[in-house]
């Protein structure tokens, strides 16, 4: 029964990370009782809800953060063709994000280090191990 199987969506990677919080029982109770009047729809809902609101409010400070410090904002890909193409040109990339940073899966260590000379993510950086492990002097 097993082999039947099937795997509707494959997974690719996720857009989310998870992450684990320390909560009082008395606060945690508070959120147990607006999820259970409708405010929400689960704690996770809840949390989320709250940390997009104070994202929200700093928004200008972190807009002027971002932009004195020279961050793309979002998803950042390097492909093997994007890191051969600057090894090609003599280009050393300087990797500054706020989001998801991800190297493919086909770069290897040495194409890494050849072309990447500092890495700084805010958020989430997806690579192969050997590349994380050999960008590991190179990362802030």
Same mark, same amino acid.
């Given at each position: 029964?097993?082999?039947?199987? $099937? %795997?509707?969506?494959?997974?690719?990677? =996720?857009?989310?990370?998870? !992450?684990?919080?320390?909560?009082?029982?008395?606060?945690?109770?508070? !959120?147990?009782?607006?999820?259970?009047?409708?405010?929400?729809?689960?704690? *996770? &809902?809840?949390?989320? *809800?709250?940390?997009?609101?104070?994202? %929200?409010?700093?928004?200008?400070?972190?807009? $002027?953060?971002?932009?004195?410090? =020279?961050?793309?904002?979002?998803?950042?890909?390097? =492909?093997? &063709?994007?890191? %051969?193409?600057?090894?090609?040109?003599? #280009?050393?990339?300087?990797?500054?994000?706020?989001?998801?940073?991800?190297?493919?899966?086909?770069?290897?260590?040495?194409?890494?280090?050849?072309?990447?000379?500092?890495?700084?993510?805010?958020?989430?950086? #997806?690579? =192969?191990?050997?590349?994380?492990?050999?960008?590991?002097?190179? *990362?802030?």
């Amino acid at each position: 029964m097993a082999g039947n199987i $099937q %795997e509707l969506r494959p997974k690719v990677g =996720s857009d989310t990370e998870k !992450i684990t919080i320390n909560l009082g029982y008395v606060d945690l109770g508070h !959120i147990d009782l607006l999820v259970q009047d409708g405010f929400y729809s689960n704690r *996770t &809902d809840f949390i989320r *809800t709250a940390i997009r609101n104070q994202v %929200e409010r700093h928004a200008d400070t972190t807009r $002027q953060s971002v932009a004195r410090k =020279s961050l793309d904002l979002g998803l950042r890909h390097f =492909s093997r &063709d994007d890191l %051969e193409a600057a090894r090609a040109a003599g #280009q050393r990339l300087d990797v500054r994000v706020l989001g998801l940073a991800s190297i493919a899966a086909d770069v290897s260590p040495e194409l890494a280090r050849a072309t990447i000379a500092s890495i700084s993510v805010l958020g989430a950086f #997806q690579a =192969s191990a050997a590349v994380k492990a050999a960008l590991a002097d190179r *990362t802030r």
